[in-house]
C-alpha cells in the first residue's frame, strides 16, 4: 500500500529539497546592501502617512467582499450552465437561491458604497 504513494513522496521530498537549495543559494550569493529607501515601506509610490497598524477603511473590505461574491458566482456558474440539462429543475431552483444569495449580497454592497470612489 505504501508503495503506491512512494512516487508521490519522492517529488514531494525533491520539491521541498529543491525550494530549500534555491532559498540557500540566493542567500549566500545574493548581494546585501541595505539601504534606507530599499527597507521603508511601500504604499503606493509616496512616503506612509501614519503607523502601518491603523485601521483601513471599510471599502478595502468592500471590495474584498465584491470581488469574493463575483468570483463565487463565475466559479459556480459555468460548471452548472454546462450540467443544466443533467439536473433538471432541482439544479435549477439550487442555483437560483445561490444567485438570490449572492444579489443580496451585492445590494448590501451597493447599499455601503462599494461602488462610489473619491
Known amino acids: 500500500m505504501l508503495q503506491n504513494y512512494l512516487t508521490v513522496l519522492i517529488f514531494i521530498g525533491a520539491g521541498i529539497a529543491i525550494g530549500a537549495i534555491l532559498i540557500v543559494v540566493g542567500l549566500l550569493l545574493a548581494p546585501h546592501r ?4 530599499k527597507d521603508s515601506p511601500y504604499e503606493c509610490g ?10 483601513f477603511d471599510i471599502r478595502y473590505y468592500l471590495v474584498a467582499i465584491l470581488f ?4 463565487l458566482e463565475i466559479a459556480f456558474l459555468f460548471p452548472w450552465a454546462v450540467s443544466l440539462q443533467k439536473i433538471g429543475l432541482t439544479g435549477l431552483f439550487a442555483m437560483a437561491v445561490f ?3 449572492l444579489i443580496v449580497g451585492f445590494i448590501y454592497e451597493w447599499k455601503r458604497g462599494a ?3 473619491e
Open 46 to 55: 509616496f512616503e506612509p502617512f501614519d503607523d502601518s497598524r491603523l485601521r
Open 99 to 101: 444567485l438570490a444569495i
Open 34 to 37: 541595505p539601504d534606507d529607501e
Open 115 to 117: 461602488m462610489e470612489w
Open 68 to 71: 469574493i461574491i463575483f468570483d
